[in-house]
């Protein structure tokens, strides 16, 4: 069992950054693919990216890259997600989920955090 908790959140305006991360409890962290979605209201759970469990891949969608980048630290159990020059269309709820396997569909996410939203002002 993995428990993930998301922190970071808030309202930034448009070509700001922000950083999320995401604390998991548990000795297995280190196993575990990390991957972080968004979902904006109105609209479908969206994969963003993901990172291997020993960090050493990882995989951003079209519409974030060159914009953000994942890490972890394995020691501190922690994942984190950096977020450059924002848009109002990142605006959403950010989680953080964890996977056996590598994969960019929501489904194959076994355990996922409560969330934390991002709101960017134009």
């Known amino acids: 069992q993995v428990q993930l908790v998301e922190s970071g959140g808030g309202l930034v305006q448009a070509g700001d950054s922000l950083r999320l991360s995401c604390e998991a409890s548990?000795?297995?962290?280190?196993?575990?693919?990390m991957g972080w979605f968004r979902q904006a209201p109105g609209k479908e759970r969206e994969f963003v990216t993901y990172?291997?469990?020993?960090?050493?891949?990882?995989y951003s969608a079209d519409s974030v890259k060159g914009r953000v980048s994942i890490s972890r630290d394995n020691a501190k159990n922690t994942v984190y997600l950096q977020m450059n020059s924002l848009k109002p269309e990142d605006t959403a709820v950010y989680y953080c989920?964890?996977?056996?396997?590598?994969?960019?569909?929501?489904?194959?996410?076994?355990?996922w955090g409560q969330g934390t939203q991002v709101t960017v002002s134009s």
């Open positions: 989920a964890a996977a056996r396997y590598i994969g960019t569909r929501p489904g194959a996410y076994n355990y």
């Open positions: 548990g000795r297995t962290f280190s196993s575990y693919v």
């Open positions: 990172i291997s469990s020993t960090g050493t891949s990882t």
